[in-house]
């Protein structure tokens, strides 16, 4: 079965930076585009990055544009999110998403807290 497991998340100072990753298992992981999501208390869960299956094309929500950069290494079946210059708006719990036979996919997430 489709799994997907994050991890990387922690206590942040605004400015400082974050390395999340996303194991991800029971799909053919090098075919498929990667997402990542955010969802802050209160708040509705927000799409934050995108990655072709081959790693060759991203696309960021304009909030992050600059500062975070979505990778893969298909060797490893895991996904990035590198975040710097972190913003006390970026408070989130983050999650990989994958759709695999029109069925989407979600991990656990991963509480990321800056504080201000």
């Known amino acids: 079965q489709v799994q997907l497991v994050e991890s990387g998340g922690g206590l942040v100072q605004s400015g400082g930076s974050l390395r999340l990753s996303c194991a991800a298992s029971?799909?053919?992981?090098?075919?498929?585009?990667m997402r990542w999501y955010r969802q802050a208390p209160g708040k509705e869960r927000e799409w934050v990055a995108l990655i072709t299956s081959a790693g060759s094309i991203t696309n960021y929500a304009d909030s992050v544009k600059g500062r975070f950069t979505i990778s893969r290494d298909n060797a490893l079946n895991t996904v990035y999110l590198q975040m710097n210059s972190l913003k006390f708006e970026d408070t989130a719990v983050y999650y990989c998403?994958?759709?695999?036979?029109?069925?989407?996919?979600w991990g656990q997430g991963t509480q990321v807290t800056v504080s201000s």
């Open positions: 029971g799909f053919p992981f090098s075919a498929y585009p």
């Open positions: 998403n994958v759709v695999h036979l029109s069925v989407s996919y």
